[in-house]
């Protein structure tokens, strides 16, 4: 992707974040953009980074490993989030490697990421992910069961920032936002990581503190 398409991009999304968040009353500077790079390579982001892109998100720590060291060695100020499933496995790979974690959806994911920063003595900032939509085949922990995932992370030292969803893709996203920054609200927590690339504005109008959008950014996978 050219450097000037890359920029035309970058603002038009940011614009659209401005936009979104003046009609809520909020400040725009209020919302973090994650562009979520998974699945493209150092060229298809090097364009954004030239635009102004500091915050990129991957789904698999592996794929992370490969491609974003040589690139922060050459922009050490980027921050990397981690959007995609971890598995406990990885916890350690994980704590090195990104500055925010979004899918902390269990107890021995939990587990894992508290011994994992305690031994690195680095703590990524954690956002617990809610399958907000109660769908089998997704992610994230079941609403009626977030209270006690939270009590446990707290307990742990984990530094939860907030809650995470994905909503159903065939429904009205809005419900599901709503549903979310009621349950953060009714627990304290300021972080809301919601909306993507054909959500993100309504997102932004219900509460989102962190958007992640990758088509809107990178344009439509092959």
């Known amino acids: 992707m050219p450097i000037d398409e890359a920029s035309q991009r970058l603002a038009d999304v940011r614009a659209r974040i401005v936009r979104s968040a003046k009609i809520a009353g909020r400040k725009p500077d209020s919302i973090t953009l994650i562009a979520i790079s998974k699945t493209q390579d150092a060229e298809a982001i090097a364009p954004l980074i030239a635009a102004g892109q500091r915050v990129f998100g991957e789904n698999r720590v592996q794929e992370a490993e490969a491609k974003w060291p040589k690139l922060r060695e050459t922009t050490p100020d980027i921050a990397l989030h981690l959007v995609g499933q971890l598995q406990s496995n990885k916890a350690e790979d994980a704590v090195a490697l990104f500055d925010a974690i979004h899918s902390v959806d269990r107890p021995s994911l939990v587990g894992a990421l508290a011994k994992a920063m305690d031994k690195a003595g680095r703590r990524p900032a ?65 972080g809301l990581s919601m909306g993507m690339s054909g959500d993100f504005e309504t997102a932004v109008t219900i509460g989102a503190t962190h958007a992640r959008v990758g088509t809107a950014l990178f344009g439509a996978r092959a």
């Open 126 to 190: 954690c956002f617990l992910q809610v399958n907000i939509g109660d769908e089998e085949q997704k992610g994230g922990c079941p609403v009626l069961e977030l209270p006690a995932l939270l009590r446990e992370a707290q307990a742990a030292d984990l530094p939860v920032q907030g809650l995470m969803c994905v909503p159903p893709l065939e429904l009205e996203p809005a419900p599901h936002f709503a549903l979310l920054a009621k349950i953060a609200r009714d627990h304290g927590l300021e």
